[in-house]
Each structure stands twice: as C-alpha cells, then as structure tokens.
C-alpha cells in the first residue's frame, strides 16, 4: 500500500512539475517574440527590390471582370528617406494603358491597377513588418506554443486569435461578426521568420446591405541590420454582398540588392 501512495505522490509531483514547466515554456515564446521586436528598430538602410503580381476577379450581377497585372520598383531607405524607383517599361506600359482609356472607358488597365493597388500604405507592410505584427499582439490572445521543424530548421510556433472586440472602433464600424486566427514562427532569439493570418467576418452596411469576407495572409521575414522585413507575400481574399463578389490574390517578393 505504502509503494502504491509513494508511486501516485511522485506521479502527481511529476504531471506538477510537467504542469509548471509547460505553463513557463508556453509564455517564452511570446515573451521571447516581444523581446526580438523591441530590438528590431528598423533603422538599418537597404536597397530592395520587388516584385507583385494581381489577380482580381470581380463579379456584379452578370458582368464579370478579370484583371491579371504585374508591377515591379525599387526600394532605397538611407537616412535622408525612402526612394522609389519605377523601371522606364513600366512607367510605358502605364502611359499605353492611360491613351487606351482614354480612347476606349471600358478598356482595362491591368499595370495600372496594379501599380495604385501598392501605394505606400500597401507596400510599406514589406519594410515595417514590426509595426504590424506589435499591432496584432496587442490584439491577440495566445492559445498555444508548440516547437516544430519549419523548413529544415527548429521553430517555435505561436497559435494566437483575434476576436472581434479586439479590433478597434474603427475596426469594428458595420461587423457583427469576426474571428482571426494568426499564426507566428519565430527561431530561437524570438526573431519572426513566417506568420500566416487567416480570417473571416460579415456585417452590414447602412442595416441593409449584408456582406461577408475572408482573407488569408502569408509572409516570410529576413532580417538586414536591426531591420525586419518581408521577402515574400502572399495574400488571397474574397468579398461578397449588394450581388457583388470580389476575389483577389497578391504575390509579392522582396529581394535584397547591393
């Protein structure tokens, strides 16, 4: 009897200690995560450049459009700024399409689009990734860590959700419905080196119309200096609603040149 209760009080010491240590671990990637942020000052200067590719389909009633474009510029950040360069074809091919509008309204403007689809705002995402990721912890609850191997390399892989009332009041304007689920992979030092964000939502705007949507977002991360950045993108979304539906997908590389 005495062996049985020694054996259960070491089994229940263990699955405690076993307890305890997971609850630590569980909160070191995150913390680790926070920590890699905060050295990340995004002040180092590079030169990149990037590619994107659009695809839009857009559907309204019967009429249906389909636009296929590609853009391509260069990024220089120094410490006088940030310069964008546009190469001599594409700046071309946008002139051909703006005399082809104006000859013919309906006519389509795939590089054009393109081009206005990555204002600063969008392409920014590629060189300030910290902001966006600290934006997103701020929201997000942590679920789970869990160590992987993540393309032939050990990883940490933070599960983390973001509710609608998270989101900010801004945010939330027109949603009754919202749920994000956000992935991170991050190496040792805490350092993100993918993140994949998938989402769905629906609401209503002016209490008639109905709309639904859902995104899925994936990046990869490099680092140059104290500066995190987003060599791959890839981002697929849909919208419906006022019988319109919309898909779109954005594939976007960023390389580093001397």
């Known amino acids: 009897m005495r062996t049985q209760s020694t054996s ?31 050295t990340l000052k995004q002040t180092s200067p590079f030169n990149a450049q990037v590619n994107a590719r659009l695809t839009r389909s857009n559907t309204e009633e019967k009429n249906k459009t389909d636009i296929e474009g ?9 410490q006088s700024g940030l310069q964008i360069s546009y190469p001599t074809e594409l700046l071309g091919a946008i002139d051909k399409e703006t005399a082809l509008k ?14 206005n689809r990555f204002k600063y705002a969008e392409f920014s ?9 600290e934006d997103d912890l ?3 609850t942590l679920v789970k860590e869990e ?8 990883a940490r892989l933070l599960h983390l959700q ?45 209490l008639v119309i109905g709309f639904e949507f859902h995104f899925d977002v994936e990046k990869s991360y490099i680092t140059n200096g104290d500066r995190l950045l ?13 019988g319109m539906n919309e898909n779109e997908t954005i594939k976007t590389t960023l390389n580093l040149v001397n």
């Open 230 to 242: 987003v060599s791959a993108l890839t981002s697929t979304s849909s919208s419906s609603g006022a």
């Open 147 to 154: 160590s992987v191997d993540f393309q032939g390399q050990a």
């Open 162 to 206: 973001i509710p609608l009332e998270k989101l900010s009041e801004e945010e939330q304007k027109n949603l009754k419905k919202y749920q994000a689920d956000l992935k991170i992979w991050i190496n040792d030092q805490g350092i993100p080196i993918a993140s994949r964000s998938t989402g769905k939502g629906s609401g209503r705007f002016a």
């Open 138 to 140: 701020r929201k997000a």
């Open 102 to 115: 104006k000859q013919n309204p309906q006519a389509l403007t795939p590089t054009t689009d393109t081009m």
């Open 8 to 38: 259960k009080t070491f089994s229940l010491i263990s699955l405690l200690i076993t307890t305890i240590f997971s609850q630590f671990t569980y909160a070191d990637g995150l913390s680790d995560l926070h920590k890699a942020l905060s």
């Open 125 to 133: 995402i590629l060189f300030n990734p910290v902001r966006d990721i």
């Open 70 to 78: 590609h853009t391509q510029f260069t990024l220089a950040q120094s």
